[in-house]
Structures are given as structure tokens and as C-alpha cells.
């Protein structure tokens, strides 16, 4: 079955950096597109990144210049660099193992088959 593990998560400072892991098992890896979400206090669950099997990455505007995917198919590891680390950055970050599509107008759409338990990252001063 299929089983995600993530890891790096912990206490870190505001402007710091976190890189945080998933190991994935259990499917075909590189033959599927892969997400990070978290839940945080001030937003619930919101979805923050995805990677396409081609390695393509998408985020969401609210990360979009500080957050990085990326992806090593022959390890069958996702990851998450979280760059300038912010307050509201803290919650529980989950991996997720993702199908998309092109929807009407264009964009990339998401559905989500499975997360993992997910780390935590605090970010205090």
C-alpha cells in the first residue's frame, strides 16, 4: 500500500531555512505526481506545492518564491525547502501523492490519493 514518510521538520527561527523529506513507498514513484500541504492555525489545510512527473512545479501564491519541490525519482524522495521562514509558516506539513489534470482554463487541477502523517515545523523567535 501506498505509505509516505515525511521528516526535517522542528524549531526554527524567523529568515531561517527548513528542508523538509518525504520518502514514499508502495507505487510506482516516478510515475506520479507528488504534493506538500500543511495545516497551519491561520489557514486550516491548504495545498502549497505540487510536482509533476516531469519534474514541472507549481505553488501557491501565498509560497511562491520561498518554497521549492523537488524530487529524486531514484531515491523516491519529494522535497520541500522552505526558504525565509515565517511565523505563519508553522503547522503540520503532509506529503501527498497527486494526480492532476488541465482543466478548462488551463490550469493544473488537483486531486490527492493519500498523504503522509506529517512533520511539524515551529517558527519561533
Known amino acids: 500500500q501506498v505509505q509516505l514518510v515525511e521528516s526535517g521538520g522542528g524549531l526554527a527561527q524567523p529568515g531561517e531555512s527548513l528542508t523538509l523529506s518525504c520518502a514514499a513507498s508502495?507505487?510506482?514513484?516516478?510515475?506520479?505526481?507528488m504534493s506538500w500541504a500543511r495545516q497551519t492555525v491561520g489557514k486550516g489545510f491548504e495545498w502549497v506545492s505540487g510536482?509533476?512527473?516531469?519534474?514541472?512545479?507549481f505553488y501557491d501564491d501565498s509560497v511562491k518564491g520561498r518554497f521549492t519541490i523537488s524530487r529524486d525519482n531514484d531515491q523516491n524522495k519529494l522535497y520541500l525547502r522552505i526558504n525565509n521562514l515565517k511565523f505563519e509558516d508553522t503547522g503540520v506539513y503532509y506529503c501527498?501523492?497527486?494526480?492532476?489534470?488541465?482543466?478548462?482554463?488551463?490550469?493544473?487541477?488537483?486531486?490527492?490519493?493519500?498523504w503522509g502523517q506529517g512533520t511539524q515545523v515551529t517558527v519561533s523567535s
Open positions: 508502495g507505487f510506482t514513484f516516478s510515475d506520479s505526481a
Open positions: 510536482i509533476l512527473e516531469n519534474g514541472d512545479s
Open positions: 501527498g501523492k497527486s494526480r492532476w489534470w488541465t482543466g478548462v482554463s488551463g490550469a493544473v487541477e488537483w486531486e490527492h490519493d493519500a
